[in-house]
């Protein structure tokens, strides 16, 4: 294992990274925390990126509105400086690329053949397949037979945002390209789908970490979306959550209950049925962290095939695990009414002393039913 106490540990990373032993630990803690590694991972990471060789890395575009790499270049815990010069080896990047035209296509073509079956393919934006996929080209060549291309030998590919993911945008209705997400273009099982409009930069980061530090790509679920991002509803963990339970929904926005931040499930927020890490992580870095439901927009469920931009957002969540109760009142006043808060919650308390009663009334019949005292 590496020993992060010895000079050099400091040097290579003061040298290579500009950050100092404390930061470089804090942030190889963070990765290992976000992929919910176990104790001591953060070792093995320090010493992967502080040691290995920067893997090389192809990003391919599609029909997307760069988004995705948008938000890349706002990520903060690294920089994007530090990320693609000295944690990876970005080879091929149109859209950050200081070189264009045929010095770019040679650039990706060295890089493919240098780093033959150790390369990781990253694909932004959806793949279009109808009339031999002419509706988008880089360098005379169709996205598809540019992916299949770049496809051949990487050793492991990454789809990152909804568009490349299963198509996103691009592909709903009437889909006049025939937009498809990178897998199945391809045909394949083994790609690693980060979706997202934009997914958060962290799980990318964190995904390239785990492939530098272990040598494979992190458990993913059937979607192909890593469990460490993807595992959990948006629900469960959102700062609205209490307010759910307690029955208190925003009817429209600007209303008291939106003003006061009350849940959104009544405003079409698809969280109770989206998997993602959205209010753990956050978006924005510092001085700045916030997330679409955090700001008072019901989450539109991106990271969801069938859900982002195809479920309408009024059309209400199917919730996975639990349905607030009908007998639920509404929590804001409305116009005209003199209703308040105290006397909404006097209601809430008599409704919920009458369910009671009656369950405990049913209870009582049954067991006179039965005979019993």
Same mark, same amino acid.
């Given at each position: 294992?590496?020993?992060?106490?010895?000079?050099?540990?400091?040097?290579?990373?003061?040298?290579?990274?500009?950050?100092?032993?404390?930061?470089?630990?804090?942030?190889?803690?963070?990765?290992?925390?976000?992929?919910?590694?176990?104790?001591?991972?953060?070792?093995?990471?320090?010493?992967?990126?502080?040691?290995?060789?920067?893997?090389?890395?192809?990003?391919?575009?599609?029909?997307?509105?760069? /988004?995705?790499? %948008?938000? !890349?270049? &706002?990520?903060?815990?690294? @920089?994007?400086?530090?990320?693609?010069?000295?944690?990876?080896? =970005?080879?091929?990047?149109?859209?950050?690329?200081?070189?264009?035209?045929?010095?770019?296509?040679?650039?990706?073509?060295?890089?493919?053949?240098?780093?033959?079956?150790?390369?990781?393919?990253?694909?932004?934006?959806?793949?279009?397949?109808?009339?031999?996929?002419?509706?988008?080209?880089?360098?005379?060549?169709?996205?598809?037979?540019?992916?299949?291309?770049?496809?051949?030998?990487?050793?492991?590919?990454?789809?990152?945002?909804?568009?490349?993911?299963?198509?996103?945008?691009?592909?709903?209705?009437?889909?006049?390209?025939?937009?498809? /997400?990178?897998? %199945?273009? !391809?045909? &394949?099982?083994?790609?690693? @789908?980060?979706?997202?409009?934009?997914?958060?930069?962290?799980? =990318?980061?964190?995904?390239?970490?785990?492939?530098?530090?272990?040598?494979?790509?992190?458990?993913?679920?059937?979607?192909?979306?890593?469990?460490?991002?993807?595992?959990?509803?948006?629900?469960?963990?959102?700062?609205?959550?209490?307010?759910?339970?307690?029955?208190?929904?925003?009817?429209?926005?600007?209303?008291?209950?939106?003003?006061?931040?009350?849940?959104?499930?009544?405003?079409?927020?698809?969280?109770?049925?989206?998997?993602?890490?959205?209010?753990?992580?956050?978006?924005?870095?510092?001085?700045?962290?916030?997330?679409?439901?955090?700001?008072?927009?019901?989450?539109?469920?991106?990271?969801?095939?069938?859900?982002?931009?195809?479920?309408?957002?009024?059309?209400?969540?199917?919730?996975?695990?639990?349905?607030?109760?009908?007998?639920?009142?509404?929590?804001?006043?409305?116009?005209?009414?003199?209703?308040?808060?105290?006397?909404?919650?006097?209601?809430?308390?008599?409704?919920?002393?009458?369910?009671?009663?009656?369950?405990?009334?049913?209870?009582?019949?049954?067991?006179?039913?039965?005979?019993?005292?």
């Amino acid at each position: 294992m590496y020993d992060d106490s010895t000079p050099t540990f400091e040097t290579d990373v003061e040298n290579r990274f500009g950050l100092s032993r404390r930061d470089f630990l804090t942030f190889c803690t963070a990765i290992a925390a976000t992929m919910g590694l176990p104790k001591g991972a953060e070792a093995q990471i320090a010493e992967a990126v502080a040691k290995k060789e920067r893997p090389s890395v192809i990003w391919l575009h599609h029909q997307e509105c760069t /988004g995705c790499t %948008e938000s !890349l270049l &706002r990520a903060e815990h690294p @920089t994007l400086e530090k990320l693609i010069l000295d944690i990876i080896s =970005l080879d091929y990047h149109e859209t950050l690329f200081a070189a264009a035209g045929h010095q770019i296509e040679a650039a990706r073509k060295s890089a493919m053949e240098k780093n033959k079956g150790k390369f990781l393919l990253v694909v932004e934006g959806a793949i279009p397949t109808k009339d031999g996929g002419i509706y988008c080209k880089v360098g005379g060549q169709t996205s598809l037979e540019l992916t299949k291309e770049c496809a051949a030998n990487a050793a492991a590919i990454v789809a990152i945002g909804s568009c490349a993911s299963w198509g996103g945008m691009p592909s709903t209705p009437p889909n006049p390209t025939g937009s498809v /997400g990178v897998a %199945e273009a !391809l045909g &394949r099982k083994d790609i690693v @789908t980060i979706p997202g409009c934009p997914p958060n930069p962290y799980n =990318l980061l964190a995904t390239v970490v785990h492939f530098l530090t272990f040598g494979k790509l992190p458990a993913i679920d059937d979607k192909g979306r890593p469990l460490f991002a993807y595992g959990r509803l948006i629900h469960e963990n959102c700062e609205r959550r209490a307010h759910f339970d307690a029955g208190r929904f925003a009817m429209q926005f600007g209303d008291t209950g939106h003003r006061q931040g009350y849940c959104l499930y009544k405003l079409g927020c698809k969280g109770p049925e989206t998997h993602a890490n959205c209010p753990i992580v956050l978006f924005g870095d510092v001085g700045m962290q916030s997330w679409p439901v955090g700001t008072g927009h019901p989450c539109i469920g991106c990271t969801e095939q069938g859900i982002g931009f195809a479920k309408p957002i009024h059309a209400l969540a199917d919730l996975q695990n639990q349905r607030p109760p009908v007998s639920y009142p509404r929590a804001v006043e409305e116009q005209g009414s003199t209703a308040t808060l105290a006397s909404v919650a006097v209601v809430a308390g008599l409704v919920g002393a009458a369910v009671g009663a009656g369950t405990v009334l049913t209870k009582n019949l049954a067991k006179h039913e039965d005979g019993q005292e």
